[in-house]
C-alpha cells in the first residue's frame, strides 16, 4: 500500500467537477486542500478517522465555489496557508514560492505556478526528501491544464503562457510523483472528459497534449482552443473568496411560504426556481419560475442562469432534501434564500393561482418542428441533429428573441432543455416543446444521422 492508499482521501464533488483532499498527518490531525464551503463529505471522513483539520490549504483564489478554509479555522482551529500574493483579507499563513510548511512529520513546500490565477500556488508534500505528491491546482490537470481566461480576454494568452511555464516546472518533478489536482473531469474550470482525476508527473508527460506541444506557441493555441464558456457567477467568487466567507454555525432554514407571499416576492424582483424534476415541472409550474431540478448539477445552473442579488423562492416535491438546496446554493455565494413554497403546487393551485404546463415528448413526437440545442458546444460538435439551431443554455435569456418559435428544445437528456423552455417561456414564447431524449434518440426516430463539427455559420 502507498501513500494515497493509507493517508490521501479524495473528497469529489461531482456537481462542480471539483476535487478536495484530506491528508492523514497521524496524530490525529489533518491536512485539508482546496476544501469547498460544503464540509459535509470532509467532517464525514475526519470524523470517521477521529482527524482534526490542523491545516487548511488553498491553491489558489477559485472562481467556482466558496472556500471552506475560514470554516475549519472556525471548526478546527485549522492554520489556513495560502498565497501571500493573493492578499487575503482574513488570518492566514501567506506563502511565496519555496516557503516550506512543517506538517509534523512531513514538509509541505509551496511552488508558484501562475497562470490560472496570478497567485497559484501548487504544494509538493514531501516526505524527507521524497516526493510523495503534489496538489496542483488549477494548473496541471489530468490530461489538460485549467483554463487561463477567468481575468478577462485580455489575459487570457499572457496567463496562457505564464501556465506553459507552470506546467514545465511541474513536469520536472521526477516521474513517480503523485498529482492530485483540484479540477477534474465535470469542471467548467477545462477539465477533459475522463473517469480518471489523479495522476502522476510521469504518466502526465506521456498523455497531457499540452505537456506534448513542442513549443510555447503551440501550447498556448491548444489551451487556448480548448477554452468553452463557463459560469457567470464565476466572475464574483474569486473576490469573495479574497474577502473571506462567512462563517455558518448550521445549515441556513428555508422558511415556508403562503402563495401570497410568493406573488409578492415574485411581483418585487425575485425568482422562483422549481427543483423538482423535469417531468413535474412540465406538468404545471409557476408561470416565469424557472426549472433546475435538485441534482449534482444544480448550483451550477443556479450561479449561471440567475443573478445573486435577488431574493430566491423555492418550489419543492415531496421529500426533497431541503438541507441540499441551502447547501449547494451557499457554497457558490448564493444566499438570498427566501424561502419555499409551502405545500407545493397543490397549495399554489388551491390557492386560485393559474400554472403553466410544458410538452415534454418522445422523439417520434417532436418532429416537424425546428430544432434548438442548449447544450455546450464542445457537446453540439461531438454530435448534432441536421439544422438544428445551436444556442448553449448560459447564453439563452440573453438572446431568447432569437430563438425559433415553436422550436422543439434539447439537450442530452431533458433536464436542461426544461431549464431552457422556462426561459423561453418567460421570454414570451408559448408554444414550446421539450425533448425527453437527446439528438441521437432524435436521429433515430426520424431516420437521420447526427453531423459532427460546429454549427454552419450560415445557418
Known amino acids: 500500500m502507498g501513500f494515497a492508499d493509507d493517508h490521501l482521501i479524495p473528497l469529489v464533488d461531482h456537481g462542480l467537477g471539483n476535487s478536495a483532499y484530506l491528508v492523514d498527518l497521524g496524530g490525529g490531525r489533518a491536512l485539508a486542500v482546496d476544501a469547498g464551503r460544503d464540509l459535509r ?15 487548511a490549504a ?12 475560514v470554516q475549519l479555522r472556525h471548526d478546527h482551529d485549522a492554520v489556513v496557508l495560502a498565497s501571500a500574493a493573493g492578499h487575503r483579507a482574513f488570518d492566514h499563513q501567506g506563502l511565496a514560492d519555496g516557503d516550506e510548511v512543517d506538517l509534523g512529520g512531513l514538509t509541505l513546500r509551496a511552488l508558484a505556478t501562475p497562470g490560472h490565477t496570478d497567485e497559484h500556488l501548487s504544494f509538493l508534500l514531501l516526505d524527507g526528501g521524497r516526493e510523495l505528491g503534489v496538489f496542483t491546482g488549477g494548473s496541471l490537470i489530468v490530461n489538460s ?63 497531457n497534449p499540452l505537456l506534448a506541444a513542442p513549443d510555447e506557441d503551440t501550447f498556448v493555441r491548444r489551451l487556448v482552443a480548448g477554452l468553452g464558456t463557463y459560469p457567470a457567477y464565476f466572475a464574483r467568487l474569486a473576490e469573495a473568496n479574497r474577502r473571506g466567507p462567512a462563517v455558518l454555525t448550521g445549515t441556513p432554514l428555508l422558511p415556508e411560504l403562503s402563495p ?16 423538482r424534476p423535469a417531468a413535474d415541472y412540465a406538468a404545471g409550474h409557476i408561470p416565469g419560475s424557472l426549472s433546475d431540478p435538485l441534482r449534482p ?13 435577488v431574493p430566491l423562492v423555492f418550489v419543492t416535491g415531496e421529500d426533497q432534501d431541503l438541507d441540499e438546496i441551502v447547501r449547494q446554493a451557499y457554497k457558490i455565494g448564493y444566499e438570498r434564500l427566501a424561502g419555499r413554497l ?50 448553449e443554455l448560459g447564453d439563452l435569456e440573453r438572446v431568447a428573441a432569437d430563438a425559433p418559435e415553436g422550436a422543439v428544445v434539447a439537450c442530452a437528456h431533458g433536464e436542461r432543455a426544461m431549464t431552457a423552455a422556462g426561459l423561453l417561456e418567460r421570454a414570451g414564447h408559448t408554444d ?7 439528438p441521437a434518440d432524435y436521429a433515430a426516430a426520424h431516420g437521420q444521422e447526427l453531423v459532427q463539427g460546429p454549427e454552419d455559420p450560415g445557418s
Not at 168 to 185: C, F, Q, S
Not at 260 to 275: I, T, Y
Not at 432 to 438: E, H, I, M, P
Request: with cysteine.
Open 41 to 55: 463529505a470532509l467532517h464525514a471522513a475526519a470524523e470517521r478517522r477521529g482527524l482534526t483539520v490542523a491545516y
Open 58 to 69: 488553498d491553491t489558489h483564489l477559485h472562481a467556482d465555489f466558496l472556500s471552506g478554509a
Open 145 to 207: 491544464a485549467a483554463r487561463t481566461d477567468l481575468l478577462g480576454a485580455d489575459r487570457t494568452e499572457e496567463l496562457a503562457r505564464a501556465q506553459y511555464h507552470s506546467l514545465r516546472r511541474l513536469a520536472e518533478l521526477p516521474d513517480g510523483t503523485a498529482v492530485w489536482p483540484t479540477h477534474g473531469a465535470g469542471s467548467f474550470c477545462s477539465a477533459p472528459p475522463g473517469s480518471e482525476r489523479t495522476s502522476t508527473i510521469g504518466a502526465q508527460k506521456q498523455a
Open 260 to 275: 401570497e407571499q410568493v406573488r409578492a416576492l415574485a411581483a418585487d424582483g425575485g425568482r422562483v426556481v422549481d427543483v
Open 297 to 309: 448539477l444544480f448550483a451550477t445552473w443556479l450561479g449561471w442562469l440567475l443573478p445573486d442579488t
Open 342 to 391: 409551502a405545500g407545493g403546487m397543490p397549495a399554489w393551485l388551491a390557492d386560485g393561482n393559474e400554472q403553466t404546463t410544458t410538452s415534454f415528448v418522445t422523439a417520434d413526437r417532436a418532429g416537424g418542428r425546428p430544432y434548438l440545442d442548449v447544450r455546450q458546444a464542445s457537446e453540439f460538435a461531438a454530435g448534432h441533429v441536421p439544422g438544428a439551431v445551436h444556442i
Open 432 to 438: 414550446v416543446v421539450v425533448l425527453a431524449g437527446g
